[in-house]
């Protein structure tokens, strides 16, 4: 499986401050990449470059295996920061300017988006009378224009209802499911946890890790047990490991292991010839949000 | 080039801004050409000094003169056009939508020549406006056009090119400032009155060196006509001066636009 994208050793200063320092990664054909970041992690500026709307000190970068140029960015459907368009045109009449420009789509494409992001029925209002959840959706509708095989949403879902939130999820995971690569921006753990098939954490313009999400968010096996003696089972459970503690809200006794050593059957079978039944066993995965905690407060 | 032609007047056609230009010059050309040949020229027929030479001369808003007349009268309202120029360039930025452009596919050169073309089709509507104003004005002043007709209409070609030329400097100020009322306080505050004042002081103290400034040198494109200058070896003189600022005037575009050019392709967007 090709990159789409291969960034190379960016870097990019703002005056004196360091936005990025040396970033690299590649983004799989076929992925749904999330950035993820806290605020002023550099998210936004590292799509900006690979937009050409700024440009880096150092380093480059490659879609489709060559250098960025105008050619491919028509054929990327992006949504950068926020929704820009002009104010005084309808939404109908911004998407043609945004397909005179691509030449993405047909005019009946242009229908086809705006019914897709429900905004058909507002379609020749002003894009000054929107929401800011109608303009982010008429912002979603331009990256959709033509079907571009590639997507770039920078925070796709600000300004979105919770509604608006899980329509675009489910979108994203349809376009995922056709064949599309997906890179998205965002600091909705939540939505990332759900949709992301691979991410990169950025912290102050630095990498700290990147790879298939499984791979990031699961440094460690967590095996969540219960019986009826709690205390009995978590006695029983520390030969396995030097981790085991009893959660008295749940009521489960969780232990850790190195990545990977995890074997449920084997725990089950020595809490059983100890005399403990259990009632539950489980291998968690850690959650996105408690995995960024730890990334990016190191 | 078309399609950034087709995709600028996409954006320029619905722009309200752009009709109130169009509505505003198409009233003010007539209006301040038929004020000036009510009260400056029939007023100064009945002068005693200048009236009797005045009469001597062909009435300057007949066909040849009135392309010159017009066209200099008429160039007094370039900050009308200028004001939609620099609107539309600012606009881009406020609403960030010349980022869009880029990130829908534009280069960043394609970004500047559909400003040139902005730039172009504004000159170009406000240089029909002045040819059907001046067509209108010698049509019904002149008694036969038959023979002169054409003769001084290379003041049509000038026209353009004056107004060109500045209405890119007010895009280069848009351009560096991207705030609309800075832009447009520089613009206009420097079109009237620091640079006339500067031309005069110029002409006091430095030898007439204020004839290279930025707008003087498309000014003087389009000499004062013969009916506003009291002396005829001045005028000739103005006149003479018209050839050599076609030169200058289309230096100061290639500088103006080398500028813009260099300037967008640098800067982050």
Known sequence: ?298 | MSSLLKTEWLKIKKYPAFWWMTGIVALAYPGMNYAIYENGYKDTLNDKTMGPILRMLPNPFTFPDVWQTVAFISSFFIFIPSIVVIMFITNEYTFKTHRQNIIDGWSRKNFMISKMIDVAIISLLATVLYFVTALIIGSSNSTNTSGNFWEGSQYVGLFFLQIFSQLSIALLIALLTRRAFIALGIFIFYFFPSEPILVQLGKRFANDAGEFLPLEISDRLIPRPRFMVRHEADWKALVAQSDIHIVYTILLLGLTWGICFWINSKRDL
Request: proline share 3%; glycine share 8%.
């Open chain 1, 1 to 298: 499986m090709g990159s789409v994208l291969t960034v190379d050793g960016i870097t990019k200063f703002y005056g004196r401050i360091r936005a990025l320092n040396n970033v690299s990664f590649e983004v799989p054909q076929g992925s749904v990449f999330g950035i993820l970041g806290p605020n002023g992690s550099g998210k936004t500026t590292l799509l900006s470059i690979v937009l050409d709307v700024l440009k880096s000190n150092n380093g480059n970068f490659l879609w489709f295996g060559h250098p960025g140029s105008p050619e491919q960015r028509k054929k990327i459907g992006s949504l950068l920061e926020t929704p820009n368009f002009y104010h005084y045109l309808s939404a109908v009449d911004n998407l043609k300017v945004t397909q005179s420009i691509s030449g993405r789509g047909t005019r009946e494409d242009i229908d086809q988006v705006l019914k897709k992001v429900k905004l058909y029925e507002r379609r020749k209002s002003r894009f000054k009378t929107y929401s800011l959840g109608m303009k982010q959706r008429l912002a979603i509708a331009a990256s959709l224009l033509g079907d571009p095989k590639v997507l770039v949403l920078d925070e796709p879902t600000n300004g979105l209802d919770p509604v608006g939130i899980a329509e675009i999820r489910e979108l994203i995971v349809g376009l995922k499911k056709s064949g599309h690569t997906i890179i998205m921006a965002s600091h909705l753990l939540d939505e990332v946890e759900k949709v992301c098939t691979h991410v990169a954490i950025l912290k102050t313009g630095d990498v700290i890790t990147t790879g298939d999400v499984n791979e990031v968010l699961q440094d460690e096996d967590v095996i969540e047990v219960s019986a009826a003696d709690l205390s009995a089972l978590a006695h029983a459970l520390q030969p396995l490991s030097d981790q085991v503690s009893i959660n008295n809200v749940s009521n489960t006794v969780q232990l850790s292991l190195p990545k990977g050593t995890a074997k449920l059957d084997q725990i089950n079978k020595l809490c059983f010839d100890k005399g403990i039944v259990l009632n539950h066993l489980l291998l968690k995965k850690k959650r996105l949000e408690a995995r960024f905690f730890e990334l990016t407060n190191s």
